[in-house]
């Protein structure tokens, strides 16, 4: 059987097949050859390897092209936090004492300005700026040496308060056996259970009532109940016990809580007033050391302008109002 050409290709040449040079003919076994060759060719090609299996790299890369794809499907807000670069946190120093201390830069500035910073008003003049500077200085040093005697104080009050829970539970256990009356035992045992802070009477779990009581746990009302178990063991002779439980001893600790107690008051207040007068030197409205650093700024403003290399050496040096600072 002859196959003829069409436009000068044979027939299998149309359909992609080797084919001899153009214009001959090929016979029934050499096409039915090349049609065997190219469903053989399209087998092999369903199972060529793919990238992935070919190379490490582009499996690598496929991975983060789905990853990248899986990310946008779930929004862009969330790809948005991914690409960002996370900007380091700045964090810069406030207080009290570096208010103090940048007031002292700027001060030094104008001292360095010399006759060419000249203010109308005397509240920013230089005079002003080192006697406010003193006092500010001098009133951060006292809150200083203010705090270390209340701290002082408070150590000693917790040393004085120590043990007292633990104590007083041995004293009513030897009180207990000592042969003192059953009602003196039970008196004993009541003082006991205020030290301890645990109720006289046992609320039921049955009971809806509202029962507002306190604890008496405050120092005043543990140096009270201490008194009231000093009291107690005064009236007994048979009560003896060891050293650090007799009632001399239960005097001692007694007098020094309340001498500490007495300090810490004293302290605490001085320490309150202290903290006052700081705040009123620094802070006030109108004369305060925070509001006369923003006068000189607006001198120095005003005078130079604001482009002026003056202004720029002040404009920077922050200061920062505490909360209620017009109520000073």
């Known amino acids: ?24 003919e090929a016979n029934d076994g050499l096409q039915q050859n090349n049609l065997l060759m190219k469903e053989v060719l399209q087998g092999e090609e369903q199972k060529a390897p793919t990238a992935k299996m070919e190379s490490p790299e582009a499996e690598s890369k496929a991975k983060a092209l789905t990853k990248r794809v899986t990310k946008a499907q779930a929004g862009s807000a969330d790809l948005k936090a991914v ?34 910073y000249v203010s109308p008003n005397p509240l920013y003049a230089l005079s002003n700026l080192e006697l406010l500077y003193t006092t500010a200085n001098a009133s951060v040093e006292t809150v200083t040496n203010k705090l270390s005697l209340y701290q002082q104080d408070i150590d000693a009050q917790t040393v004085a308060f120590s043990k007292l829970k633990k104590d007083a539970t041995r004293t009513k256990n030897v009180f207990a ?6 009602e ?11 030290i301890q802070g645990e109720r006289i009477i046992k609320l039921k779990t049955t009971d809806n009532k509202d029962h507002v009581s306190a604890s008496h746990q405050s120092h005043t009302n543990q140096i009270k109940h201490v008194d009231s178990l000093i009291e ?3 009236a007994y002779p048979e009560y003896v016990a060891p050293a650090d439980l007799t009632v001399a001893a239960w005097t001692t600790r007694r007098d020094a809580m309340y001498n500490t107690l007495q300090a810490v008051t004293v302290t605490s207040v001085d320490l309150k007033m202290a903290r006052l007068d700081r705040n009123i030197t620094i802070y006030a409205p109108i004369n305060g050391l925070v509001e006369v650093a923003y006068g000189v700024k607006k001198v120095v403003l005003g005078f ?12 920077g040096i922050e200061f920062k109002r505490i909360k209620d600072y017009k109520n000073l």
């Open 83 to 116: 690409k960002e670069k996370k900007k380091p946190a700045r964090y810069r120093e406030t207080g009290h004492s570096i208010n103090v201390q940048h007031f002292a830069m700027l001060k030094q500035i104008i001292i360095g300005f010399g006759s060419d």
């Open 304 to 315: 130079f302008g604001a482009r002026s290399p003056q202004y720029r050496m002040v404009s």
């Open 177 to 182: 056996i000592c042969g003192a009356p059953v």
């Open 232 to 234: 107690l063991l005064s």
């Open 184 to 194: 003196a035992v039970k008196r004993c045992e009541s003082i006991n259970s205020l």
């Open 1 to 24: 059987m002859e196959t003829y050409h069409n436009n000068g290709f044979a027939s299998y040449q149309l359909n992609d097949h080797d084919s001899p040079a153009l214009g001959h």
